[in-house]
Structure formats: C-alpha cells, structure tokens
C-alpha cells in the first residue's frame, strides 16, 4: 500500500517570504505526485503535479521538488501572499491499485 | 461557471435516516469520484465511475452506494446514515477514463457537502 504523510500541520510565514511544504511517502513504486490547495469552505483545486522521472518541475510561483531517493517531495512558494493562505495537500498515485492517496494537510497561516 | 456541481450543501441527518447526494459536472468528463474529508485527514475515495455505466470502490466504501445516472451525474447514496459518517463529502470529475484520476489534467472538485449525523 501507500501511506502520505505531511510534515507539519501548520506553517506561519511572513508576508513575502518563501513557503516550503513538504511531504513524504512510502512506495518506492508511487509514481505521480500532486500538490492540491483548499481554501476555508471549498473544494481542493490543482496546483501542480510531477512524475517520478522528473524531479523539479515549475509553475507560476510554485515549484514541486521530487527526491526518490528517500520518498520526499516538497511544494515551494514564492514570495507568500495573504492569498496564499489555505491547507494544502499533497497526493501520490499509486498505480498497482489505481487510487490517489491523500496526505493531512498543512495549513499555511500568512503574517502580515 | 463550468464546473462541479454538488447538492446539498449542507445537511443534519438523525441515525437511520437515508439520503441521496447529488453530483453533475457539465465538463463532459469521463470520470467521477466520490471523497469524504475528516478533520485533520486527507481525503479519502469512497467510490468513483471510470466511465458512463461503471462504478467500483475505492478506500471507505462500506455503508456507501452510488449511481452513475448518465455521464454527467454521480450520486452517492447513504442507506442508513451513522454519526460516524458526518464529514465533508466532495465529488470530483477528470477527463482521463483512467481510475483514480491518474493524470490530474481537468481533475476537478465541488465544493462540498457538510453532513451532520447525530
């Protein structure tokens, strides 16, 4: 199987500062990986995702770091704006059962 | 706005009770999926339908039916709701007939139903 774990339940972060989130998890054989954010009362929206024969990808703002070597990924944000502000969840695909597991989520708290 | 769209948004239940929640994507998805989320857990599949016509189970299934009415609508039913069922329940659609929403592109999310069961 599959288990996802989170580092931290909560991170506070100074407004402009970078966010770095991270994750961990457990099959060697996972190999898709995404990093979701929900805010307060919706639904979680895609951020952005990686495979496992890539280990950094980019995005507006964002970069996902993927290190197989021991099972890490980690979701940074640039320049942390008050938006930025929700819990965010990082899932990995598993394709011998075909299910996307979940981690718990950090929530990321922006200081003025 | 194209998107997910679920009914109700929130609901309270007393033990026993039945109740249907209801899904429609207007994204021309093959793939639904139905999600519980607990307090300070991840989400967790109860169901989803790879395709018109197909459902299978995923992690929480028992106490859970669905129906997948026509490739627009996934509902999801609870026969004898329980307090250990109050959660968040989000339904999610992707364009990739594979299960589970392998490749995230068009992976899509309502924003939820809180159900209460007391």
Known sequence: GESVGLHLPTLSVQEGDNSIINCAYSNSASDYFIWYKQESGKGPQFIIDIRSNMD??????????????VK???LQIAATQPGDSAVYFCAVFLRSN???IWGAGTKLIIKP | NAGVTQTPKFQVLKTGQSMTLQCAQD????????????????????????????TDKG?????????????????????SAAPSQTSVYFCASSE???????????????SGTRLTVV
């Open chain 2, 59 to 79: 992690e929480v299934p028992n106490g859970y039916n669905v129906s997948r009415l026509n490739k627009r609508e996934f509902s999801l039913r609870l026969e």
């Open chain 1, 72 to 74: 890490h990924l980690s």
């Open chain 1, 56 to 69: 950094k990808r980019q995005g507006q703002r964002v970069t996902v770091l993927l290190n197989k070597t």
């Open chain 2, 96 to 110: 990739e007939a594979g299960t589970g929403g392998f490749y995230n592109y068009g992976y899509t999310f309502g």
């Open chain 1, 98 to 100: 075909y299910q996307l």
């Open chain 2, 27 to 54: 994204m021309n998805h093959n793939s639904m999926y139905w999600y519980r989320q607990d307090p300070g857990m991840g989400l967790r599949l109860i169901y989803y339908s790879a395709s018109e016509g197909t």
